[in-house]
């Protein structure tokens, strides 16, 4: 009886351990796809002398979890600066929402060259193309929290095998950002890191850029108003997305009126890909019908009236579910937006930041970077600020570049108030100081030696400080008391 007792145990042994195995080798395949230089990066980059590495971007292949918990192999894109003896942050960008199902960071999409301007700076980037998109079989679960960050995470875990196998040194500093969907699914990331996977992961910094957090709130009330929203495709995504998560109806009949039934079936089964395709026929269809662009006609006017009055409603248990702002982030956190977002209604940033500093958030800030910009507009400046504030908080690896070495350069005193002192300055440097929107705020022209940079006008709050010159750059992080 002990004899079988112990064969019995080892048997169970090994089998744990062999699950367990399997269990963490997330990583199945890369694909390298191409390297590119510093100087084709650097035209998506309008500061002086930021781009540094070449970048070598590959593809993973990886697995996870689908939505219903079954085995999937995703997709995504790795970039990892080009240079020896050095170790690198990780950084994970979360895209927004894809045109189509090929439209993805592992297809060299547009937002791919985020990931491309992450490697320039040092970052080793990571760029999850979601489940239902790219190589993951199935239709994508839109906005849903669970598994876009699930997807991230075990993509992190590829990544990090992968650079193990490809003796690429990690610092073990963890940035997270993303835009429109990604800023959703950027803020779901970063909530699953700090609350559950603190131990594997510590978040340095996020900054979810103009996502829609509060999805039983703002989308609900777009869900059902009477105001015209010329962007129905999100609407019907979102629902069909939650009905396949959540399994609240047996048929999409159930849930869409019968105008705009086909319309869904195409999108649903994967015979219309493309979500401006979508946008476009329903709002045709809904002018025909109704005369106006407004979603909620999509769906039936019973769905409507219970989700207004009963609040244990499936749909409302769904989208309450996906909400990603009731926390408290520990890490340093920016909620960069536009006011005149036309997409994303502005106030799901300044909710988000309201609610968690009630919870105990110390380090967390929402920025309007420009009241007049609309969603496409505020990309720009939205990446730019995220860029600023992580150079705060990276870790930069210090050696010689192909022609520009790292200066020597000392900054004192810093924390500062009135002004700074840089020595070991080169001949003929300029001095560049910056702010979090990326405005230049001083050009200063600098002679060999010392020194001292007034800092008259200023408000307090932090700054870059970039030294360039033809013998090489520096960069330092500038606190103004």
């Not at 040194?169 to 699953?192: D, I, T």
Request: glycine share 8%; net charge neutral; proline share 6%.
């Amino acid at each position: 009886m002990r004899s079988s007792l112990r064969t019995s145990a080892l048997l169970t042994m090994a089998c744990f351990l062999f699950v367990t195995g399997l269990q963490a080798q997330h990583l199945v395949k890369s694909t390298f796809l191409r390297t590119y230089a510093k100087t084709e990066i650097g035209v998506f980059v309008p500061i002086p002398g930021f781009v540094k590495y070449d970048v070598d971007v590959y593809k993973l292949e990886y697995a996870t979890p689908n939505v219903q918990g079954k085995p999937d192999t995703a997709s995504g894109l790795l970039a990892v600066p080009v240079v020896k003896n050095l170790s690198f942050p990780l950084l994970v960008y979360q895209h927004g929402t894809a045109g189509s199902r090929e439209a993805v960071p592992s297809r060299l999409s547009f937002e791919a060259t985020i990931g491309l301007v992450g490697g320039a700076l040092g970052y080793v980037s990571v760029l999850p193309d979601y489940l239902g998109l790219g190589d993951s079989d199935g239709f994508h679960p839109y906005l849903h929290a669970k598994t876009e960050a699930s997807a991230a995470v075990d993509m992190l875990r590829a990544a990090r095998q992968f650079a193990a196998s490809a003796t690429i040194a990690l610092n073990g500093q963890v940035f997270v950002s993303g835009y429109s969907q990604g800023g959703h699914a950027a803020m779901a990331l970063h909530r699953e890191l700090e609350t559950n996977l603190s131990a594997e992961f510590k978040v340095t910094a996020s900054a979810p850029m103009s996502g829609p957090y509060s999805i039983s709130g703002d989308m609900k009330s777009r869900l059902l108003s009477e105001e015209e929203y010329f962007y129905p495709g999100y609407p019907l995504y979102t629902m069909l997305s939650y009905n396949l998560a959540y399994g609240v109806y047996d048929s999409l009949a159930q849930f869409i009126r019968a105008p705009y039934l086909s319309i869904a079936q195409a999108f649903y089964s994967g015979e219309e890909t493309r979500i401006d395709s979508i946008h476009a026929r329903l709002a045709r269809a809904l002018i025909l019908e109704k005369g106006k662009v407004v979603p909620k006609y999509i769906f039936p006017d019973t769905l409507l009236a219970a989700i207004a009055s009963n609040p244990a409603h499936p749909v409302n248990a769904a989208l309450s579910d996906n909400d990603v702002y009731k926390w408290a982030p520990k890490a340093p956190t920016r909620l960069f937006y536009c006011r005149a977002d036309d997409q994303v209604v502005y106030t799901n940033s300044t909710l988000a930041d309201s609610v968690m500093r009630s919870l105990g958030s110390v380090d967390i800030q929402s920025a309007d970077l420009n009241p007049n910009f609309d969603h496409g507009q505020c990309i720009q400046p939205a990446l730019l600020s995220t860029i600023l504030f992580f150079s705060f908080y990276q870790t930069t690896p210090t050696g010689t570049e192909d022609g520009l070495p790292e200066l020597p350069v000392y900054m004192y005193p810093n924390p500062a108030s009135g002004s700074f002192t840089l020595e070991g300055l080169p001949p003929q440097s300029r001095v560049h100081l910056t702010d979090l929107s990326g405005r230049l705020l001083r050009r200063i022209p600098a002679g060999e030696g010392a020194q001292a940079i007034s800092l008259s006008g200023l408000n307090r709050g932090m700054y870059l400080v970039r030294v360039l010159s033809s013998a090489g750059v520096w960069t330092g992080k500038l606190v103004v008391e």
